[in-house]
């Protein structure tokens, strides 16, 4: 069981990561939307650059020796940062309009892309560190 001063420190940690992230993926959104890029292929970029980042990430973590250390940054860039950066509710909520705007392929397409994309770019992230 952590500590009351564990608790609040890694509270913190989350909360300053996830600052960051919710505000770095609404640039990028706003930066990809500027390139007439549409709305669902900016989330596929978004959450496949966060799914690269995470796997360079422990790929780096794997590495460093500290092990308090390392939970500490877990926690402020992969719970927190990547996980704001990223966003499961609206990969849900696009492909929820695809199929009520009558397109099944093309939410077929974006599923399939926005699943296997991801998995790929975590191994890649994790090929650059190794």
Not at 100 to 125: D, E, H, Q
Request: with cysteine; hydrophobic share 55%.
């Amino acid at each position: 069981m952590l500590e009351p001063n564990e608790i609040i420190k890694s509270f913190f940690l989350v909360s300053t990561g996830a600052l960051f992230g919710v505000n770095f993926r609404l640039l990028i959104y706003q930066k990809l939307g500027e390139l007439s890029i549409k709305k669902e292929f900016r989330i596929l970029f978004i959450n496949s650059c966060s799914s690269f980042l995470l796997g360079l990430f422990y790929s780096i973590l794997l590495k460093i020796k500290d092990l308090s250390y390392s939970y500490q940054l877990i926690l402020l860039f992969s719970v927190g940062f990547l996980g704001s950066m990223s966003t499961f509710s609206t990969f849900v909520f696009d492909s929820y309009q695809l199929i009520m705007a009558n397109k099944p392929y093309v939410m077929i397409k974006f599923l399939l892309l926005s699943i296997s994309l991801p998995l790929i770019l975590i191994w890649i992230g994790s090929l650059v560190v190794n």
